[in-house]
Structures are given as C-alpha cells and as structure tokens.
C-alpha cells in the first residue's frame, strides 16, 4: 500500500515501504508527491513545458535514511536558432519532448551518483530527484521563440519554478539541498541556485557543477542566448549580462554560507565546441576562472583534470586525479564541508 511520503516524514517513524517500480502510475496529486521510498517514481508537473510545448515532469527515489536532498539536472546541448535547433539538433529531447516513457528508458539512473550500495558515493543516503533536459536553454530559460516555421518552448526556468513546490511540499524536514547538474545541467545548477535557494529557507543549499565552467563564449553567442532563451541572470551580479565569467564569483561572495564546486575538463571537446573556442583557448579560459572566481574564497572549490572529457557524475567512482585524488573522495569531503578541502589542478 502507498503511503504518504509527506505524512511520513512528519511523523518522522521508520519507513520501510516495498518498491512498487517504474510502472507505477505517476502521481499528479499534489503539491506533495506520493512516492514509495527506494524506487523511482515518474511525476507529471502541471505547469511545465519541453522544447515541443509538450508537459514534462520529475523522476523522484526518496529515502529516510537522512533529511539530505539531492536534486540532478540533466545535460544535452543547447540550441538557439533553426540551425542549432532543427537542422544540427544540438539540444536533447527538444523535439520529442520528455515524458514516462522516456524517464524508464533513461540508464541515467543506474549511474554512480544514484547507486545507493555504492559506499563511495556521497550521495547514496540523499533523497533523489531527476530533473530531464528538454527545453535547450540549459535549464534557464522562459520564453517561446519562432526559429523558421517552428516554435520552441525555452521554459527551462519556468519548470523549475513549477516543479519546487512539489519538492518543497514532499520533503519538509530537508536540512541539506545539493543541487547538481551535468553539462547543460551544471549551468542550469548555477542559474537556479537562487530560485532552489529561495524555495528552502530553512535548509542549506549547495551547487555542484559537473563541466559547466561559465568561460565566455566566443562573439557574440553569449548575447544571443541570453536573448533567444530569455535568461535572468542573478540581480546582484553586476555586469553578469554582458559577462558570464562573473556569475560564480558573484553567487559565491553573495552566498557565503553555501558552497559551489565546480568539476572539469581543461579542454573539454564538447564545451569548447559550444563555445566556439579552439580547445587551447578553452583551456586558457578555464584556468583564468579558476583563479579569478574560486582561488582565495572558502566556500567555492574545484577538481580540475587534463583532457578532452566531458563530465564526471556518471561514473564519479572511477575518476582520480594525476596527483592521487579519487574524485569520490574528494566529493564526500565536499559534502561534509570538510575544513581541509583542496582543490585538484592538473597541470
């Protein structure tokens, strides 16, 4: 029998409810999701949008093992006009959108970082919450734009705005948000932060980039996806709009109490393509914003590894660095803000 997750929770008694699976039928009542503890559920989210127009929705996998609460946003490119859009279709599920379907098909979720027998990984006692990339405005955007003959929906902001309601109603005793993405999801992380932030005031909130080092793109592109997804970068960074290397630095002086880590690849192929940037220069770029935005503060680290790779969070348990340093570790030293925290810089 279904229980309440939200009724449990409160009560705060042992929880020990049978996974029923992926085909459960979603839960649409609301705002709290009825979900079982230790399985994935697919939850519809009233209010939301893919690239298509179609509905979207949260894969959630709680747990009462503690009050942490670990959101994911997922990757896939991004597209800002009919070229990138329709004819390279350089961002993920834009077209087809993402529904059940697509959510029980996704290996994403028996990745590293959602493997609860994995005693290295530094979430495997979180509450999970799987947040699909549809929208190809890295997770930020709100606005309808006509590229050709075809409109797309950039609701990437506007769905998180829908969806943290649930989230907030599900899980009221967090104490501990982690809000991770990859790729595209690791800028969305960035750009969100104050909305996640805003919704839980009561618990600590930390961003954990997986390759999203925010570098300046090359031109004019940084202009022009700001205007084509109808990005709203944090009020209190000046100069964030004509600048995208300012934003960590200006979330982490601005939020001392929470932290931001960043995980790379110096010459990450994928992004530097994006980027429009040779990969040297992505290199040389990417080093500039470790010391201008995290070098010198205490609250914002990174893990910076040599190579051509994009992202880390899917198999974090098999990544170390040259100088020794397996990424597990140093993860779980993060989570637990363990004072002595390095950074890692291959050369």
Known sequence: MRKSLLMLLLAAVPLGLAACGDDDPPSNEGP???????????????????????????GVNPTDASTDLYIYLQGGGACWDERTCFTLRT????????????????????SAMFTRSLATNPFRDMSFVFVPYCTGDVHAGDAVRTYGSKQVHHK??????AWLPRLVATFPAVKRVFLAGSSAGAFGAQLNYERVAAAFPGAEVHVLADSGQMVNP????YGTWLTSWGVAVP?????????FSRIPASLADTYPGSRFAL????QDAV??????????????????????AYDGRGNARYFLKAG????FLGSLDTVTSTTGVALDDWLTQWVEAAPALNNVLEP
């Open 32 to 58: 709290d999701i009825d979900a079982d503890l230790g399985a994935w559920t697919w939850v519809d989210v009233a209010g939301t949008a893919c690239g298509n127009g179609e509905q979207t929705g949260i």
């Open 91 to 110: 961002a993920n599920n834009l077209s087809t959108g993402y529904q059940a379907a697509e959510f029980q098909a996704d290996t994403v979720r028996s």
């Open 156 to 161: 990437g902001a506007s769905n998180v705005a």
């Open 218 to 221: 090359a031109g004019t592109l």
């Open 235 to 243: 009020p209190a960074c000046t100069g964030c709009e004509s600048d």
């Open 263 to 266: 995980l790379a690849w110096d």
């Open 271 to 292: 992004l530097s393509t994006f980027f429009a940037h040779p990969a040297q220069t992505y290199d040389t770029l990417t080093r500039e914003l470790l010391t201008s």
């Open 308 to 311: 051509t790779q994009h992202t």
